[in-house]
Nanobody, 122 residues
Framework: QVQLVESGGGLVQAGDSLRLSCAAS????????MGWFRQAPGKEREFVCT???????DYADSVKGRVTISRDNAKNTVYLQMDSLKFEDTAVYYC????????????????WGQGTQVTVSS
């Protein structure tokens, strides 16, 4: 069982940076793939990025070059550094945990946090 708690969301201006954190509980943290997803009003939940237990990252084209995912297995925490934020980045951001090798599909992730709101003003 893995429990996830996101933090760090807020209201920022376009061009600003924001760092989200996801604290995980559960002894299996080091062995799971962690992902960040987001959902804007009226839209489906979409993949943002993911990181394997060994640190290999994958990014959606819409955020590549502006977003960095990292993890600290000793602290059971995964981070999402977002730079050069755009209005279209506005969404609720969710942290998720899946089995090793989990894909970009939300269905591949068994555990989800409650989400944290990111609002970017233009």
């Amino acid at each position: 069982q893995v429990q996830l708690v996101e933090s760090g969301g807020g209201l920022v201006q376009a061009g600003d940076s924001l760092r989200l954190s996801c604290a995980a509980s559960g002894r299996l943290f080091s062995f799971v793939t962690m992902g960040w997803f987001r959902q804007a009003p009226g839209k489906e939940r979409e993949f943002v990025c993911t990181i394997t237990w060994s640190g290999m990252a994958d990014y959606a084209d819409s955020v590549k070059g502006r977003v960095t995912i990292s993890r600290d297995n000793a602290k059971n925490t995964v981070y999402l550094q977002m730079d050069s934020l755009k209005f279209e980045d506005t969404a609720v951001y969710y942290c998720a945990a899946g089995r090793p090798g989990a894909s970009r599909a939300p269905g591949a992730y068994a555990y989800w946090g409650q989400g944290t709101q990111v609002t970017v003003s233009s």
